[in-house]
């Protein structure tokens, strides 16, 4: 089992960068996928990142690929967000997750822990 607690959110200019930090406790956290998912008010969530088990496969959702980038360090307990060229659409809640299926998914059921997630607002 694993616990996702989220860190690096906060207020952004258009154009700019930040780094969402997950931090995942437990001994096997390599033995999960993990993911990131966003929820802007009033929408459902939506699915951003995963990465695999090994850091080997990752995906992106169409509207981050080319500007975001997901990274795990095993040795850390912790995968990273790296989000570059924000836009005010960007602004969400953004969620960490844990996935047994250890190499990702797009599908928030497949997850099987989350985060309480971390705020991120891209102003204009």
């Known amino acids: 089992q694993v616990q996702p607690v989220e860190s690096g959110g906060g207020l952004v200019q258009a154009g700019g960068s930040l780094r969402l930090s997950c931090a995942a406790s437990g001994r096997t956290f390599s033995n999960y996928a993990m993911g990131w998912f966003r929820q802007a008010p009033g929408e459902e969530r939506e699915f951003v990142s995963s990465?695999?088990?090994?850091?080997?496969?990752?995906f992106y959702a169409d509207s981050v690929k080319g500007r975001f980038t997901i990274s795990r360090d095993n040795a850390k307990n912790t995968v990273y967000l790296q989000m570059n060229s924000l836009k005010p659409e960007d602004t969400a809640i953004y969620y960490c997750?844990?996935?047994?299926?250890?190499?990702?998914?797009?599908?928030?059921?497949?997850?099987?822990?989350w985060g309480q997630g971390t705020q991120v607002t891209v102003s204009s």
């Open positions: 990465i695999s088990w090994s850091g080997g496969t990752t």
């Open positions: 997750a844990a996935s047994t299926q250890r190499v990702g998914s797009r599908r928030a059921y497949d997850y099987n822990y």
